[in-house]
């Protein structure tokens, strides 16, 4: 499905102690795709050129890529090898378009910031971007109780909470690529996790 990797801005391998880890792989990276397009005949014209990159925009950009990671943008299509196919039997064109595009890939035990979009009395829902993240309250810290009339998270012994449009601090334990967006388990109840 991919060729290549293009890194942006790699970052070492090795961490400081006492210090959250450093990622092995950058969240954001340039790869070389390809994606098959079937056109009808009618739209077979001068202006095929613009329709299949459209096309190719409507059908990956903001949306996951099978396993590869969410496609933010496409940068560069190659335009020198747009030669259509024509199916027997089908009233369509086949091209299979090679382009490059700004993909973001997420690793399970990555720690990523996260925007509380809801709480209820399973957990914490939370999204960043096409991630949408589900933090259970086994993997919410000890010290927060839920308080169930306010939707919100409290710190013991503190005037400190969790609620709605917070920004949190939450690594992923595990994701699961859907047609429309990528879901993920998290965890705050670690050092360094939770409310910013």
């Known amino acids: 499905m991919w060729r290549k990797w293009e890194f942006l801005n790699p970052r070492p391998f090795a961490c400081k102690t006492n210090t959250l880890p450093?990622?092995?792989f950058p969240m954001y990276a340039i790869m070389t795709l390809n994606q098959n397009l079937f056109i009808p005949a009618k739209l077979?014209?001068?202006?095929?050129?613009?329709t299949l990159i459209a096309q190719l925009i409507t059908l990956t950009e903001?949306?996951?890529?099978?396993?590869?990671?969410?496609?933010?943008m496409i940068i560069n299509i190659d335009n020198q090898k747009l030669?259509?196919?024509?199916?027997?039997?089908?009233?369509?064109?086949?091209?299979?378009?090679?382009?490059?595009?700004?993909?973001?890939?997420i690793f399970k035990g990555e720690i990523i910031d996260a925007i509380v979009k809801n709480i209820t009395s399973f957990g914490i829902f939370a999204s960043a971007g096409i991630l949408n993240i589900f933090i259970s309250n086994k993997f919410i810290s000890q010290?927060?109780?839920?308080?169930q009339s306010q939707t919100l998270f409290n710190f013991k012994n503190s005037t400190i909470n969790i609620k709605k449009n917070d920004?949190?601090?939450?690594?992923?334990?595990?994701?699961?690529y859907n047609t429309g967006s990528i879901?993920?388990?998290?965890?705050?109840?670690?050092k360094y996790l939770g409310k910013l």
């Open 143 to 147: 010290d927060l109780i839920s308080q």
């Open 167 to 176: 920004i949190i601090r939450c690594k992923i334990l595990n994701l699961k």
């Open 44 to 50: 077979l014209n001068n202006q095929l050129k613009s």
């Open 83 to 105: 030669y259509g196919k024509i199916l027997p039997g089908f009233s369509s064109v086949l091209f299979k378009v090679n382009f490059q595009a700004v993909v973001l890939k």
């Open 183 to 190: 879901q993920a388990i998290g965890c705050i109840d670690d």
């Open 22 to 24: 450093l990622r092995h």
């Open 62 to 72: 903001g949306l996951p890529f099978g396993n590869v990671g969410s496609i933010i």
